[in-house]
């Protein structure tokens, strides 16, 4: 049975201890967060070259770093929020990531490759991201969903094109992945969520290039 942390109130103490939690599950299990089937699951495999393989694992591999980040980055910032109301809109998000993080798992199965070594340092790095962007505003915290979720989906559009035409599998995740994000976006932006400045903006671009760059090899 799936169980969600988002409708009990918790201490400080908790918190910590359901991010932890969250955080080991993420990187080392299968999260209890994922509900809905992969999208690719009612789709035949498509015959692929090992050189395309290696390729599309790259890319899935990616995306499943990102999530990694997104999650570590919500479950941050949901410590630190003050209006209890922002705490389970970004417990919501984490938990909806869940279905996205499991998505491209099964992909890099299915495609007999790995996920990133490096997934514990994003996890880390952006938890402090999170708890950090938290400690200002949830306006300023809201407006890091939006800017994540943005470049996220730029990333996906960018793999759309990348990904080789017979590939309807992975096609099929990242389509129903760009669509949730873009519906992220749009919900921190409705909950209040300001516009970054541009310099956070780009320094969101330089680390997430260093991300995605390290993740599609190793
Ligand atoms: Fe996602
Ligand atoms: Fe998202």
């Known amino acids: ?24 599950r993420t990187i080392f299990a299968t999260p209890d967060n994922a509900h809905r089937p992969s999208p690719a699951a ?7 070259l090992p050189s ?19 999650q570590a ?21 984490a938990y909806e990531e869940g279905d996205h993080l499991n998505w491209c798992r099964e ?29 200002v505003s949830d306006e300023v915290s809201l407006g ?3 800017e994540t979720e943005r470049q996220v989906m730029a ?13 309807k599998m992975s096609q099929a995740i990242i389509e129903q992945m760009f669509e949730d994000e873009s519906q992220h976006a749009t919900a921190a932006e409705l909950a209040g969520g300001v516009e970054l400045p541009d310099f956070i903006k780009g320094l969101m671009t330089a680390t997430a290039k260093v991300m995605t760059t390290t993740a599609y090899y190793v």
Do not use: C
Request: charged share 20%; aromatic share 6%.
């Open 144 to 146: 890091f969903v939006i």
């Open 42 to 48: 009612a789709l035949d495999a498509a015959q692929l």
């Open 155 to 167: 990333h996906l559009e960018s793999h759309l094109t990348s990904l080789p035409q017979q590939d």
């Open 107 to 135: 992909r890099l199965d299915e495609l007999g490759s790995h996920r990133s070594y490096l997934d514990p340092l994003w996890f880390s790095g952006s938890f402090m991201i999170g708890l950090g962007a938290s400690l």
């Open 73 to 93: 980055l919500y479950a941050g910032q949901a410590i630190g929020a003050r209006d209890e109301k922002v705490r389970q809109s970004l417990r919501h998000a």
């Open 1 to 24: 049975m799936l169980h969600s942390p988002i409708m009990r109130d918790y201490n400080l103490f908790d918190e910590i201890i359901i991010s932890l939690d969250q955080g080991m």
């Open 52 to 70: 395309d393989k290696k390729h599309i694992a790259g890319l899935m591999r990616v995306n499943h770093t990102g999530e990694i980040a997104a």
